[in-house]
């Protein structure tokens, strides 16, 4: 029986079902408690910090000998900006923690960190984009010589002579709103000190527990041996956990300094505050067109607000930096120009959440398709054809090599299982009683499983991609996989018990995980940006392998056959083409027990096994039927739809998961989620109350089919998958907006589509609120 591509019921669930997962908050214990004090105000000078007597809290002052958070790109265009883990002088956003209260309970702490008042001396903070940029506009850092933190730039030769040759030339200015992951989980960490060896074992809420040791380290000045980190179950992380974040590197010194356990659980209000946010983009496009709809040249200025401070490790250029160099996607063009900024603003930092850049950039290429397609009378499906990558491998006008892919097929699969022609007689149909329906279309490709090469080429001072995986067959014939990796809710332990499964011929309850825990498992890089399953995959299929190898090997000669002969399956070691075999129980004991009988091997089975690929890019194509009320403004989602190439399927149930997961957050971001500011820089969408996530109600079911493109750069075969619902969603639903308002010309560049804008957008078309019952 092979694993490999059965809907395995998830390991991980029953535990998590039934009330037996462990997260950080269960996890407190007689911890003291800490509430971190944060500033009220976006920008000032720190004046003075008024204490409760007899109260425990630190400032920054205190702190002075812990180095600030500082990550670093080695390229000339890059600022490299350091963050104070408590603010001493300055302040550069709302909600940016200033002291630290310590006290026996959460209630206590909290009413003590109600009493320490923070004098600000107030000055004007920038907000927006457009006013960091602006000439003369004071700097966010005074150290710096404008609000720009990074710059990518380039131009192909024949750029301009692609706009000469131009039979239409479409220019569009595209917005997307910031956005927060909003975990089911907030943050939180428990730091416990242990007398006897003056260690600190910090228990949090993260997705790259390695790396927060490291930083920890380095900013604490204690070697890393001193530091363990456990990522226990965590409830969501979507990006905004892998960072680096002032209340750890705080929690494990209070540890260290007042030689007791300490606990920090975060509020909602804390996360929308100060935890990073994600997408504040706004992006100008020049398209250049041949008359038939060939896009022969893109020129784009490509600007994103970073925050206040740099996101550890990956910093500030991650959004900027990959939109600079995927924002083609599937398209086949030449020409090409870009100028990316990473520009610093008085409000919370930015950091990858889920899909990172893709969203935006997937979201204005799809903009760009549809409205050229109008201008040149052409249909949407059609420019599409003439567009897409089809042709294998192809090099981007920015140096990206994409492996084998279905662009073009997975469109045209998804054009008729939504039978495009009925759909559009019905439109016709409803159109004429007033009811207003759309079919919106988002084509996209996603980099997925990319090892180092791909950091290191961004200059990255911190060079992450490579995974370690160790596997161990004990004598009875279990298997323990430690992973560098650090699953929070994707039934990764599964699919890697199942390809583990197949290499060693053994059932997946066989085989136990342990993750997100430094003293147990090898240096890795946690799980982030659709590559636990390509690269983390990787490493197991091969330290498995090795594992089988060896198994192999003593089933030969302890049946007196050729290693070549023997096969590995539902718990045998068999000889083909023989009635001769062994249980594989039977072959981990004498690999132990009788080791001396094994000339040239180690005892035991123990393996080890390192992958880093260049990466891989899956492919989707995404389409929404929507229904917008002319009155309200409301957009009801009729049928989504999905058909994505993710190569082979370890777990079909889990990528379906993960892909109607994603779809609903796309949906948010087409639809719904928005975090605002005012202009003094006050976050105004503090609670769920102002900031809508998705419910039931605005999500349909997810239509999903699969195709299957077998890629040879990757050695499971598995492309990445975790972030395509939430790339290629927002685009297929704005899209669809625009369609079923295309009767009064509106067209929509700006995310989310609140009803607020749409019903804006058609005041401004001269629609009456009561057109629909005409």
């Known amino acids: ?9 998830r390991l991980e669930d029953p535990s998590l079902l039934t009330g037996g997962g462990s997260y950080v908050a269960d996890r407190v214990g007689q911890a003291a408690s800490v509430r971190f004090v944060r500033s009220p105000l976006a920008c000032g000078t720190i004046a003075g910090i008024d204490i409760p007597e007899g109260a425990t809290v630190f400032t920054g002052r205190d702190l002075t000998e812990v180095k600030p958070i500082r990550p670093i790109l080695h390229r000339p265009d890059y600022v490299a900006i350091g963050q104070p883990v408590l603010a001493i002088d300055r302040i550069s956003f709302c909600g940016q923690p200033v002291a630290v209260v310590i006290a026996d309970d959460p209630a206590l702490a909290e009413d003590i960190a109600e009493q320490v008042f923070v004098d600000i001396d107030a000055t004007d903070a920038i907000v927006e984009l457009d006013d960091a940029l602006a000439p003369g506009a004071a700097t966010i850092h005074p150290d710096t010589a404008s609000n720009v933190l990074v710059e990518g730039r380039m131009r192909t030769a024949g750029l301009d ?4 040759d131009a039979a239409q030339i479409v220019e569009l200015e595209l917005r997307s709103h910031r956005q927060s992951a909003a975990p089911m989980e907030n943050r939180g960490g428990v730091a416990a000190f242990d007398a006897a060896t003056g260690r600190v074992t910090l228990t949090a809420s993260v997705q790259m527990p390695h790396m927060l040791r490291t930083g920890i380290a380095d900013a604490l000045g204690m070697a890393e041996s001193e530091l363990r980190v456990i990522a226990p179950d965590v409830g969501g992380g979507f990006g905004q956990k892998m960072s680096l974040f002032p209340e750890y590197i705080v929690l494990v010194w209070l540890a260290r300094a007042l030689k007791r356990d300490v606990a920090w659980i975060e509020d909602r209000r804390e996360n929308f505050l100060a935890s990073a946010h994600g997408r504040d983009q706004a992006f100008s496009l020049r398209g250049a067109f041949a008359k038939d709809g060939r896009l022969l040249g893109l020129d784009a200025d490509l600007r994103s607000n970073v925050g206040a401070f740099s996101c550890y490790p990956v910093t500030c250029g991650v959004e900027p930096l990959m939109a600079f160099a995927e924002l083609p996607g599937p398209y086949d063009f030449s020409e090409y120009g870009a100028r990316s900024r990473g520009v610093a603003t008085n409000t919370c930092m930015m950091a990858p959440y889920r899909g990172v850049s893709r969203p935006m950039l997937t979201f204005s290429m799809e903009r760009l398709m549809d409205v050229a397609a109008k201008r040149l009378g052409i249909d949407a499906v059609d420019i599409r054809r003439r567009n897409l990558i089809n042709a294998f491998p192809h090099r981007s006008p920015t140096g990206l090599v994409y492996d084998e892919g279905s662009y073009l097929q997975a469109m045209e699969v998804a054009v008729r299982t939504i039978e495009l022609p009925a759909f559009r007689a019905r439109q016709a149909e409803l159109r004429g009683r007033g009811r207003y329906l759309g ?14 090469p791909a950091y290191a080429a961004r200059g990255m001072e911190i060079v992450p991609g490579y995974e370690i995986v160790d596997c161990t067959m004990d004598p009875s014939g279990d298997v323990v996989l430690r992973i560098g990796s650090s699953p929070h809710g994707q039934g990764l332990k599964t699919s890697l018990a199942q390809l583990v499964a197949d290499e060693l011929g053994i059932e997946p309850k066989r085989i136990r995980i342990i993750s997100g825990d430094t003293d147990a498992t090898p240096y890795g890089w946690g799980t982030f940006a659709s590559r636990s399953m390509v690269i983390a995959g990787g490493a197991s299929k091969l330290a498995a392998g090795r594992v089988a190898h060896k198994l192999k090997v003593i089933a030969a000669k302890l049946m007196e056959a050729s290693a070549d002969s023997i096969t ?4 045998w070691a068999r000889v083909s083409h023989s009635n001769q075999a062994m249980e594989i129980g039977a072959l981990a004991r004498a690999a132990y027990h009788q080791s001396h009988r094994f000339a040239g091997l180690a005892p035991g089975l ?3 096994a390192v992958y880093d690929p260049g990466g891989t890019f899956s492919n989707a194509c995404h389409i929404a039927i929507v229904e917008v009320d002319i009155e309200t403004g409301g957009v009801s989602i009729e049928r989504f739809l999905v058909v994505e190439d993710a190569g082979v399927l370890i777990n079909p149930m889990i990528v379906d998961g993960q892909i109607t997961g994603g779809v609903a957050q796309g949906i948010a971001n087409a639809l719904l989620e928005e975090m605002i500011y005012d202009d003094a820089g006050n976050l105004l969408t503090v609670s769920f109350a102002d900031y809508l996530p998705p419910t039931s ?5 997810i239509e999903i089919v699969h195709m299957e493109t077998v890629s040879p750069e990757s050695v499971t075969h598995a492309k990445g998958v975790g972030e395509g619902g939430a790339i290629g969603a927002p685009a297929a639903v704005v899209n669809a907006i625009c369609d079923a308002l295309s009767p009064f010309g509106i067209e929509l560049f700006e995310l989310p589509a609140t009803p607020q804008r749409i019903r804006d957008a058609l005041r401004r078309a001269g629609v009456s609120p009561h057109a629909q019952q005409a």
């Open 161 to 164: 002579a692609a706009f000469a």
């Open 568 to 571: 590995l399956k539902d718990g």
């Open 697 to 701: 109600a605005e999500v349909p079911e």
């Open 1 to 9: 029986m092979n694993w490999i591509g059965r809907s395995l019921p």
């Open 439 to 452: 079919l919106g279309l988002s084509v996209f490709s996603e980099r997925t499983g990319y090892g180092t």
């Open 606 to 608: 123990h393996e080890s």
